[in-house]
């Protein structure tokens, strides 16, 4: 089971950027679809983000489009969420996960997570 740790969240006012980034444990992280996830309080588990295995396709939820770009460095087993103009309801635990071999933007098609960042986002 792989293990993934997100860091770079933190406190910003509204139009501030954040990078989020994830770091795999060692393993066939190179070979799955990866995405970026966020849950605020009271919601439910929202899809962000996701990046294919290669890194040469993306998706991105309309609120992230033009905004936010994931990129991943299989070399290092790390998977980035830049994200700019943020707003005050990007605020959320934004978490990162495994998915499957195929690109995909399914939550129930991720199966490791981590434990979250958790993002603010002043008005």
């Known amino acids: 089971q792989v293990q993934l740790v997100e860091s770079g969240g933190g406190l910003v006012q509204a139009g501030d950027s954040l990078r989020l980034s994830c770091a795999a444990s060692a393993g066939t992280f190179s070979q799955y679809t990866m995405g970026w996830f966020r849950q605020a309080p009271g919601k439910e588990r929202e899809f962000v983000s996701a990046?294919?295995?290669?890194?040469?396709?993306?998706r991105y939820a309309d609120f992230a489009k033009g905004r936010f770009t994931i990129s991943r460095d299989n070399a290092k087993n790390t998977v980035d969420l830049q994200m700019d103009s943020l707003k005050s309801e990007d605020t959320a635990v934004y978490y990162c996960?495994?998915?499957?071999?195929?690109?995909?933007?399914?939550?129930?098609?991720?199966?490791?997570w981590g434990q979250g960042t958790q993002v603010t986002v002043s008005s």
């Open positions: 996960a495994r998915g499957r071999v195929l690109l995909t933007t399914t939550l129930g098609d991720f199966s490791s």
């Open positions: 990046i294919s295995w290669s890194g040469t396709t993306t």
